[in-house]
């Protein structure tokens, strides 16, 4: 119960503004205020903090005026969309200022501190490492299966721009994540077990499994891989790479010396995924069998 109470009125801008309140700001406006006793243990005469409710407060914040960064991607005529800078609370300053408020015995007001956090991936970056084409491998599938195609196409699209740096290893569960009706995916046919199923998400495994061919074609480290239980149509026998998210995961490192970009994308029936890197990169391709169009 201490989380509703910290959110109802501590957060409540409408709440009284006693005379030895502190009033906290955001852009200059009025955002909330709290006092001295909101986060004391009672029955103490010293104003010991409660640290619990102190950090639910904090996180609370942040999930309301903090701002994640984005990072630079290509479009897709492959023009160079800026990143852009996020913010989250900068909680030592926050603190120090709570402190400073706590021990003194007036009203106090003062400005939410924030601190900037940069993308991982700025335009810069991105213009360096878009330049050689170094892994690529296409598939088709069935554009007339509006199920498979839209589960196809929100898989394509989580890995689309995704920059994997040197030393980085990929996991493409960790950077899909679970596939749910509430992030649009539908039930299509699955293989458990060697025989054919439904289930959400049906369909992506081919998006992990050309994925893995360009990998593969780019020379990169493959860590996990996993095949289905039979022969799937749209990849070479033993070219696939089968994913669940409390399964298999198909994973690869990057040991070049350079960033890789992921390109993904899908044009009418054909599912391409393309791997780019540095001009200055060495790196040393594999010759991978085509898929059966």
């Given at each position: 119960?201490?989380?509703?109470?910290?959110?109802?009125?501590?957060?409540?801008?409408?709440?009284?503004?006693?005379?030895?309140?502190?009033?906290?700001?955001?852009?200059?406006?009025?955002?909330?205020?709290?006092?001295?006793?909101?986060?004391?243990?009672?029955?103490?005469?010293?104003?010991?903090?409660?640290?619990?409710?102190?950090?639910?407060?904090?996180?609370?914040?942040?999930?309301?005026?903090?701002?994640?960064?984005?990072?630079?991607?290509?479009?897709?005529?492959?023009?160079?969309?800026?990143?852009?800078?996020?913010?989250?609370?900068?909680?030592?300053?926050?603190?120090?200022?709570?402190?400073?408020?706590?021990?003194?015995?007036?009203?106090?007001?003062?400005?939410?501190?924030?601190l900037p956090v940069y993308p991982k991936v700025d335009s810069e970056l991105l213009g360096n490492i878009h330049?050689?084409?170094?892994?690529?491998?296409?598939?088709?599938?069935?554009?007339?299966?509006?199920?498979?195609?839209?589960?196809?196409?929100?898989?394509?699209?989580?890995?689309?721009?995704?920059?994997?740096?040197?030393?980085?290893?990929?996991?493409?569960?960790?950077?899909?994540?679970?596939?749910?009706?509430?992030?649009?995916?539908?039930?299509?046919?699955?293989?458990?077990?060697?025989?054919?199923?439904?289930?959400?998400?049906?369909?992506?495994?081919?998006?992990?499994?050309?994925?893995?061919?360009?990998?593969?074609?780019?020379?990169?480290?493959?860590?996990?891989?996993?095949?289905?239980?039979?022969?799937?149509?749209y990849i070479p026998p033993g070219r696939d790479a089968t994913v669940s998210w409390y399964g298999p995961d198909?994973?690869?490192?990057?040991?070049?010396?350079?960033?890789?970009?992921?390109?993904?994308?899908?044009?009418?029936?054909?599912?391409?995924?393309?791997?780019?890197?540095?001009?200055?990169?060495?790196?040393?391709?594999r010759k991978i069998p085509p898929a059966p169009y």
């Open positions: 119960m201490i989380l509703p109470w910290i959110f109802g009125v501590v957060l409540a801008v409408q709440q009284i503004n006693s005379p030895d309140s502190l009033i906290i700001t955001k852009d200059g406006q009025d955002v909330t205020y709290i006092n001295r006793m909101d986060f004391s243990f009672p029955y103490t005469d010293l104003p010991i903090i409660d640290s619990k409710k102190y950090n639910l407060f904090l996180d609370q914040l942040d999930k309301q005026y903090s701002l994640e960064p984005e990072n630079a991607s290509l479009d897709q005529s492959g023009n160079i969309q800026s990143e852009r800078v996020g913010y989250r609370i900068h909680r030592h300053a926050f603190t120090e200022q709570f402190y400073a408020y706590l021990f003194s015995d007036k009203q106090e007001k003062f400005e939410i501190p924030m330049s050689i084409r170094i892994g690529r491998y296409v598939t088709s599938f069935n554009s007339h299966n509006k199920k498979r195609s839209t589960n196809i196409q929100l898989a394509t699209k989580a890995i689309n721009n995704y920059v994997v740096f040197p030393g980085e290893a990929f996991s493409f569960n960790k950077v899909v994540g679970k596939r749910t009706a509430a992030k649009g995916y539908l039930r299509a046919p699955v293989i458990v077990r060697g025989e054919f199923a439904e289930d959400i998400g049906g369909g992506i495994c081919q998006v992990s499994s050309t994925l893995f061919n360009a990998v593969d074609n780019a020379g990169l480290k493959i860590i996990q891989r996993f095949s289905h239980s039979r022969k799937v149509p198909f994973e690869f490192k990057n040991l070049y010396n350079q960033p890789v970009l992921i390109r993904a994308r899908t044009l009418g029936n054909l599912l391409i995924i393309t791997l780019y890197s540095s001009d200055t990169l060495e790196y040393l391709p």
